[in-house]
């Protein structure tokens, strides 16, 4: 006699249940990961040459625009956002192609930059947090003063006379494996690292989860001993730092650092990181989709460029993602009695 019912933990039941919690939990990660995957195919079957040289180069366009979209994902967790993060960018740039002018060795001017940008962050998140002004306005002014005072300080001037161990760390050109050179190969390394470890710190580090709490109820999370304003402000540091990282990681592959560098970065990281799944409304969202939405709208933006389509489309397709993305969340959210 068959003592198993279909009412066991071992019954089909247990497919459904995992079913009914773990693909609406990342309904959006798959949905952008797919999509990505077809859009591979797509130019697998259209253009195959893509995958030559095409791809490496996203790859490594990518690597910085991830960095900053970690710490962007931070910030939107806990409902603010930063719009501010291509003049930040910029700034760390410039800063960073100015020390490495003066011989400044590379680890120090690692630091130096890092530490710059989470200063601006720091800037941004004591307005935010203390005084508790709206986000929005404070990086949209922040993101003016930062570019029209690095406008007036630079006049248009290009940092010049880079030393040759600035340009990709100052690593060999071979051995290289796949096609990617050591400092190609570094500059990817170093956002999985920075990926690998705050997505750890994110699922089990109690600290920095509290942007979830934060993000989803404050005065719940006050109520569970959590400071809110000191988590909001320790975001927005986070994304500063991770910005002046981000900026190292692009003005290493340039033979000489443009300041209007990083202008539009904001849109495509904020972009990426909404398409990718967190919400805008805080408390709810995955860096595993943010590495999906970057791969996608890197993806998109080289693809675009290798099929000669106007570059203004990427513009477009990033406005209508974000549009569909913020839909989605407002549909989910809405009350079924609505």
Request: with cysteine; glycine share 10%; proline share 6%.
């Amino acid at each position: 006699m068959n003592t198993h019912s279909t009412n066991s933990p071992n019954s089909l039941d247990t497919p459904n249940s995992w079913q009914m919690t773990f693909l609406p939990r990342y309904s959006r990660e798959l949905s952008v990961g797919v999509v990505w995957l077809a859009l591979l195919l797509t130019l697998a079957v259209v253009r195959p040459d893509f995958y030559s040289s095409t791809l490496r180069d996203t790859l490594i366009e990518a690597a910085p625009l991830l960095v900053a979209a970690i710490g962007m994902t931070l910030v939107i967790l806990t409902r603010q956002i930063d719009i501010s993060i291509g003049s930040q960018l910029g700034v760390c740039g410039v800063a960073a192609g100015l020390l490495a002018q003066q011989h400044v060795p590379m680890p120090l001017v690692a630091l130096a930059v890092i530490a710059l940008g989470a200063l601006l962050g720091a800037f941004n998140g004591a307005l935010v947090a203390w005084l508790r002004m709206p986000s929005i306005v404070v990086t949209l002014a922040t993101l003016w003063i930062w570019r029209e005072l690095l406008r007036w300080l630079r006049q248009g001037k290009f940092v010049n006379g880079l030393p040759a161990n600035f340009q990709w760390f100052g690593l060999p050109e071979q051995p290289s494996i796949g096609g990617i050179k050591p400092g190609q190969w570094a500059i990817i390394g170093v956002a999985l690292v920075i990926f690998a470890l705050v997505a750890c710190l994110l699922r089990w580090y109690r600290p920095v989860r509290a942007v979830l709490a934060v993000g989803s109820d404050q005065e719940a999370a006050r109520l569970a001993g959590i400071r809110p304003p000191r988590v909001i402000f320790a975001t927005f540091v986070a994304l500063g730092a991770m910005v002046g990282l981000a900026a190292l990681l692009t003005v290493v592959q340039l033979p000489q650092v443009d300041p209007k560098v990083g202008t539009g970065l904001e849109m495509q990281v904020i972009a990426a990181v909404v398409v990718g799944g967190t919400a805008i409304s805080g408390g709810r969202g995955t860096l595993l989709g943010t590495l999906l939405g970057v791969g996608l709208f890197a993806t998109i933006g080289t693809s675009l460029e290798f099929l000669h389509i106007p570059t203004h489309w990427n513009q477009a397709v990033q406005g209508g993602l974000i549009l569909l993305a913020v839909a989605s969340d407002a549909l989910r959210r809405k009350p079924a009695s609505d």
